[in-house]
């Protein structure tokens, strides 16, 4: 039996959603030690300091007036909108593009994961001059930068040729 070259053609789509799987599980394992060690105050790491919060909007804290339900309902469809264009674009996004893509989808979804259980996302990384964030954030942060360097630095494909009619046809 003889595969042929598009079935074999690898689409890098493992790779993504497996980044993106595991920069989930990181994240939730943060959140869980976070849970269970910073319950009694915070650590103090000089520049960086270990402060467990729980943030019931979104970045920023925006829309934490809104309901749980509906802040976790926007939040799964732009989740599954992003999963949904990495799973679209996969093959045809350069190996850097689509660590990026992983990368925001695997904070995506750690959040999203976090935010089902309880209504909110847990935070505990903070810095006095900026919003407490999480491992999840800084994922989704990477890899929006990393999309945009991507972006700006691949160079255009160059257009296919249009094939000519013989002349005097």
Do not use: C
Not at 138 to 146: E, F, K, N, R, T
Request: aromatic content about 6%; charged content about 15%; hydrophobic content about 50%.
């Amino acid at each position: 039996m003889r595969l042929d070259a598009k079935t074999t053609r690898p689409t890098g789509r493992a790779a993504l959603f497996t980044i993106a799987a595991v920069g989930a599980v990181a994240d939730l394992a943060a959140k869980v030690l976070a849970e269970r060690n910073l319950v009694h105050g915070p650590v103090d790491l000089g520049p960086l300091q270990l402060r467990l919060l729980h943030n019931e909007g979104v970045a920023f804290s925006l829309g934490s007036s809104l309901p749980a339900g509906v802040v976790t309902a926007v939040t799964a469809l732009i989740t599954l909108a992003v999963a949904l264009h990495a799973h679209r674009t996969a093959p045809s996004t350069p190996r850097w593009g689509r660590v990026a893509l992983a990368l925001v989808l695997g904070g995506a979804v750690g959040n999203l994961v976090d935010r089902a259980f309880d209504g909110a996302v847990t935070d505990y990384f903070h810095t006095g001059w900026f919003a407490t964030f999480n491992v999840a954030d800084v994922l989704i942060s990477a890899g929006a930068v990393l999309l945009v360097l991507v972006t700006l630095l691949t160079p255009e494909p160059e257009p296919a040729p249009v094939p000519q009619e013989p002349a005097g046809r």
